[in-house]
């Protein structure tokens, strides 16, 4: 038998969406496995791992002395190797095991997607860290692609078709053609800006230290990018920087809209750029297609709206905002051209 037919049959095919705030991983014929944080608590002395995934996101902000919750990705690439390779590690063997057992004789071939903007030696850095964690063969794929592949855009065809995919740690913006990203722009705000833009308000306006839990629960409940309707009010729990005791503040919707102006503009800026360097034929085709908005930060309300406004543009969210790059991959895994054996 061929080393390409034993590797077709005895391998595990895997896709992973190697996020800044969320890892998911999707084995081929079973799915998308494992949603996760990218969140590892590790002892500080020993470096053991004492919790990877939803567990260690517990923990942020609440740790003793002796135990360190970190998040080893940064906008989008890898900030930690050690604790990087650990999770993946984790993510990995668990999803194996969904794998029937005769497939896991061999080690998987992992398709990982990662920020277009990121350098060869970020890239190299990723394949590496995959490699020691279990991985066979690695190949990466940019997220946009992978994106626009997932929430079923028409990437084949000779016209343009454009993604706006808004992560944790990075925006991918990127318009494409033929199979092919014909123009692009990568930015690095995201979600967890967004979350630091509400730490700083409270801080500036009420002296209120709040945690990154807080303030992205505050984002999901309040947080907008355009006026709608019912806008809510909301309690928020936090430490007095002056008394040094807790206290509550009550926000509303209108300002939480303020301080997440800065991030946000940041993000038309990069749809700004991407049209702006946009063929005038695939910019045409736009018009009629639109833009689609994936990532978690697509569930920010009224962000649909405010780039209607701002480009003139029809724009759609997915289905799946946050499935979109690992299902993407997914569609990926079945083409054996991926794969160099």
Not at 25 to 48: C, H, M, Y
Not at 287 to 308: E, F, H, Q, Y
Request: hydrophobic share 45%; net charge negative.
């Amino acid at each position: 038998m061929s080393t390409q037919f034993l590797a077709r049959m005895f391998s595990a095919y895997i896709g992973i969406d190697l996020g800044t705030a969320n890892c998911l991983v999707f084995v081929r014929d079973q799915g998308v496995v494992l949603n996760e944080p990218s969140v590892v608590a590790i002892k500080v002395n020993t470096k053991e791992v004492l919790a990877v995934g939803s567990d260690a996101k517990e923990m942020l902000g609440k740790t003793p002395v002796n135990i360190n919750a970190i998040r080893p990705m940064k906008d989008g690439v890898i900030a930690n190797y050690e604790v990087t390779e650990d999770m993946l590690r984790y993510f990995i063997q668990r999803a194996i095991h969904t794998v029937p057992w005769l497939k896991r004789l061999l080690r998987p071939r992992v398709l990982i997607a990662v920020p277009s903007g990121i350098t060869e030696v970020e890239r190299r850095a990723v394949m590496d860290s995959a490699k020691h964690a279990g991985a066979g063969e690695v190949v990466l794929v940019e997220e946009p692609m992978a994106a626009a592949v997932g929430v079923g855009l028409p990437v084949a065809e000779a016209a343009g078709s454009m993604i706006v995919d808004i992560g944790g740690g990075t925006t991918e913006v990127a318009v494409i053609s033929l199979s092919g990203i014909a123009c692009a722009k990568s930015v690095r705000v995201g979600g967890d800006i967004l979350d630091q833009a509400i730490i700083q308000h409270l801080k500036k306006e009420y002296n209120m230290q709040i945690g990154e839990l807080t303030a992205e629960q505050v984002k999901i409940n309040i947080g907008s990018a355009y006026p709608v309707r019912d806008e809510e009010c909301m309690d928020v729990k936090g430490l007095d920087m002056i008394a040094h005791i807790p206290k509550t503040v009550k926000v509303n919707a209108a300002e939480i809209r303020k301080a997440l102006q800065s991030p946000i503009s940041s993000i038309l800026e990069a749809v700004r750029a991407t049209l702006d360097c946009c063929k005038p034929d695939l910019a045409a085709d736009l018009l009629d297609r639109g833009i689609m908005l994936a990532g978690g930060g697509a569930k920010l309300a009224g962000l649909d709206k405010l780039l209607t406004e701002e480009t003139g543009l029809p724009v759609f969210v997915s289905e799946e905002p946050l499935n979109a790059v690992v299902n993407g991959t997914g569609v990926m895994l079945q083409e054996n051209s991926i794969w160099s054996a």
